[in-house]
């Protein structure tokens, strides 16, 4: 190819012994690397001592290791190492031989390679991966000139010296550098002084070149992969930008490398540099081939329609609402155009959840299923079928009229293979269950999404789901084994969540609030009021809402009743505003207990029945059952408890059921606080005798709960209830060992001020 070296001498583009006019031009070409991959296969072809077991192993390295970009010589070795030391071994004694000897040697190597046409029975027959392989290097090898041939046994030697100067120990660089002067200026060869001045590293030798087409599309497909299914295993964000620009400084039309790299960029939330990705690459799509000219359908106009889609989505992500409906609306003009319903339909989708992130009510997601159904898109009607079922569970819809639409789309799932949706219906209906207080079913759901095996091929040994649903899952659970006291298993979760989703990956964010609440529910009752107030910021940080509800509850919890109220009426304002119904109850809730802290039990009720109203309208057992707990308190304190122990009945079933070890506590507290005052109404010593006995059975329940979630503070309450309720029944061993008990609790946790009688 005459082309090849007019390019070389107008325009020397050598790196490593890589010869490139058009890069994709040509099939391929000749490296260090692919030589010492050619004499991997060559030993493969000609050794007939390789086992069975290894040559299996063999086999199915071979092709990764030719589409895989270059490696350097320690990554080739220890990768040939795992499947067969003893082929390793030989090849770099080979390749040794070769680098230190002449280049005549080198010619000898290629002039001894098996003929792909003359082996039949052996792997280098002519259509197999291997002759294939082998016909073209030796078809670039032979069309190289001699100062190419030159300059790539200078490389082949480099990427050698580069293996050795890692190995060795103790290297000295003066008297390296001297030899390598003396060889240069013996083999004649004039090399530029920034060449001289500074060897390649290890790592920059494998990356400087061009790739050829098939290593550039395997590496961007495989690191595509990753990204999507395991992140970890990909390059990190830097060392995946560094090889994107080396591709891109080759060849600045290739689109798919500038898509790579929007998704790269996607990784480290950089706005900048993913839209400037994401607009090279649709102006890659545009600009080659005729058809974009005269085909506007197909051409020039689907590609810009779909840019504008993309970069509204892109804005959307990032929180730009204003310019993602700006990109929207030219997306939907462009389709309009076009009458492109596919294109207007997706429009729509992204419409609907644009208005949703604004905050404002939208009716269009029954008209964008609809419109899914008619243009026979499962995906789009499945994702507005479970957006229906979240406004629904929002909305105070029944849970058998939700699960029975998430049915429905699991038909529509499996029928068309929607692994994707498949996961985010097991997630919402986790949401959901955890919503209405169905704590047990909200494990099972989750648990089984954790042990379902994807619809997706298993390719380069992944098999996992990095998506937004297996993370909500795996947050759901963390939460559940925290709330029962298994704070150990809690912790193993979130440190799979850190490594699976890594902080600067999309949905970090999730597991990030979910380990501070955690933190802050354990110094809470810990009574380490200063931890919990200094993890507050990190949950504001992630969430408004939660940050202001954890800052008024230490604030409670510090006796400092008037900036609590402030902030809880505040927060309650805001809830009202954007309905969030269930953080509205619990704010009502926080509201009655500060009344408690000033005696005004009657003030609080009116607080506690709206909220009760509030969470039996819109089907929050688990919360209808907290309002009654709070209530049955108010009722105590108003001096009715017989009424009190009437209404905890109603709420302490899907307590002790579903509620977490603190909730269970509190709950068995009251009701032995209620037995202790109806006690002193019985008739008869025996019945009052027979009750306080049954208190103190309730109490001892209730002191187990708390020990196992490290409330120390209402352990050493239950150990001054125990210690006057023996007292009273006269068993004085009981009461010395429960009073020894709290005098320990008592002097490593001081009294905050506040009674035992006015809490729940």
């Not at 070795?77 to 680098?99: F, G, N, W």
């Not at 009458?339 to 959840?353: K, R």
């Not at 202001?548 to 509850?553: E, I, T, V």
Request: glycine share 4%.
């Amino acid at each position: 190819m005459a082309s090849v070296h007019e390019s070389l001498y107008f325009n020397p583009m050598m790196t490593n012994g890589v010869v490139h006019a058009n890069v994709f031009g040509v099939k391929d070409w000749v490296t260090p690397y692919k030589i010492t991959v050619l004499m991997l296969l060559d030993e493969m072809t000609i050794s007939t001592s390789i086992t069975l077991l290894d040559r299996r192993r063999l086999n199915k390295l071979i092709l990764p290791l030719l589409q895989s970009p270059d490696m350097t010589l320690s990554q080739l070795i220890k990768t040939v190492e795992d499947s067969c030391p003893q082929l390793a071994y030989t090849v770099h004694l080979r390749l040794q031989l070769m680098a230190d000897g002449e280049l005549k040697d080198m010619e000898h190597f290629f002039d001894m390679l098996p003929s792909p046409f003359n082996e039949t029975e052996s792997e280098a027959h002519k259509t197999s991966v291997v002759g294939l392989f082998m016909r073209h290097m030796v078809l670039a090898y032979n069309k190289l000139s001699f100062s190419q041939v030159y300059k790539l046994y200078t490389a082949l030697q480099q990427y050698y010296q580069s293996y050795e100067r890692k190995d060795s120990p103790a290297a000295e660089p003066a008297e390296d550098t001297d030899m390598e002067l003396t060889n240069t200026e013996e083999l004649g060869g004039k090399m530029e002084k920034e060449e001289l001045d500074l060897e390649p590293s290890d790592d920059e030798v494998s990356t400087r070149g061009p790739l050829s087409q098939k290593q550039a599309e395997y590496f961007l497909a495989q690191q595509a992969y990753l990204l999507k299914n395991d992140e970890n295993k990909a390059l990190d964000p830097a060392a995946l930008q560094k090889e994107l620009n080396n591709m891109l400084k080759f060849n600045p039309d290739f689109a798919e490398a500038h898509y790579l790299s929007y998704l790269n960029s996607m990784r480290v939330q950089d706005i900048f540099n993913s839209t400037d990705s994401l607009l090279h690459y649709f102006d890659r799509l545009i600009l080659p081939g005729g058809d974009s000219k005269s085909n506007g359908d197909e051409g020039c106009g689907r590609s810009l329609r779909y840019a504008a889609l993309n970069l509204a989505a892109l804005h959307c992500r990032f929180g730009h609402y204003q310019q993602a409906e700006l990109a929207l609306q030219e997306a939907i003009r462009i389709a309009q155009e076009s009458n492109d319903h596919v294109c207007l339909q997706h429009c729509l989708s992204w419409l609907y959840l644009l208005e949703q992130m604004k905050g404002s009510d939208s009716t269009l997601t029954e008209h964008a299923v609809k419109m899914a159904v008619h243009f026979c898109l499962p995906y789009l009607a499945s994702l507005g079928i479970q957006s229906l079922v979240q406004q629904g569970a929002v909305g105070g819809k029944t849970a058998n009229k939700l699960m029975d639409a998430l049915k429905d789309t699991d038909l529509l799932h499996w029928k068309h293979s929607l692994s994707e949706l498949i996961d985010i219906s097991i997630a919402q209906k986790t949401a959901i269950w955890r919503m209405y207080g169905k704590s047990t079913m909200a494990l099972q759901q989750a648990q089984v999404l954790l042990s379902m095996n994807s619809l997706e091929p298993v390719n380069l040994g992944v098999q996992q789901n990095n998506s937004e649903a297996f993370a909500v899952a795996l947050c759901h659970l963390s939460e559940l084994h925290a709330e029962q006291g298994l704070f150990a298993a809690a912790s193993e979760i979130l440190k799979h969540l850190r490594e699976r989703f890594p902080p600067h990956s999309q949905h970090a964010k999730l597991w990030m609030l979910c380990d501070q609440k955690i933190q802050f529910d354990r110094a809470m009752n810990d009574g380490k009021y200063h931890m919990a107030d200094s993890l507050v910021v990190g949950i504001a940080a992630l969430s408004k809402t939660e940050g202001l509800y954890r800052k008024a509850l230490v604030l409670k919890a510090q006796n400092q009743t008037t900036e609590a109220y402030k902030v809880l009426q505040r927060l309650l304002l805001y809830c009202e505003k954007i309905k969030g119904t269930e953080m509205t109850i619990r704010v009502m809730l926080s509201l009655a207990e500060l009344h408690w802290s000033s005696s005004c039990h009657a003030v609080a009720l009116p607080l506690l029945l709206r909220s009760l109203a509030v969470s039996r309208e819109y089907h929050l057992q688990y919360l209808a059952s907290e309002c009654i707990l709070h209530l049955a308190f108010s009722q105590l304190m108003l001096g009715i408890p017989e009424q009190a122990l009437n209404i905890l009945h109603m709420a302490i079933e899907p307590i002790l059921a579903h509620g977490a070890l603190l909730d269970k506590g509190r709950a068995m507290l009251l009701v032995a606080k209620c037995q202790i005052v109806t006690a002193s109404s019985e008739p008869s010593k025996q019945q009052k005798t027979q009750a306080l006995e049954v208190a103190v059975q309730n109490l001892e329940e209730a002191g187990t709960y708390f020990t196992k979630v490290d409330c120390k503070e209402r352990v050493r309450d239950i150990y001054y209830l125990q210690a006057r309720l023996y007292h009273s029944l006269g068993k004085t061993a009981e009461r010395n060992k429960c009073a020894m008990l709290f005098r320990q609790h008592n002097q490593e946790l001081p009294s905050q001020g506040v009674p035992l009688i006015t809490r729940l």
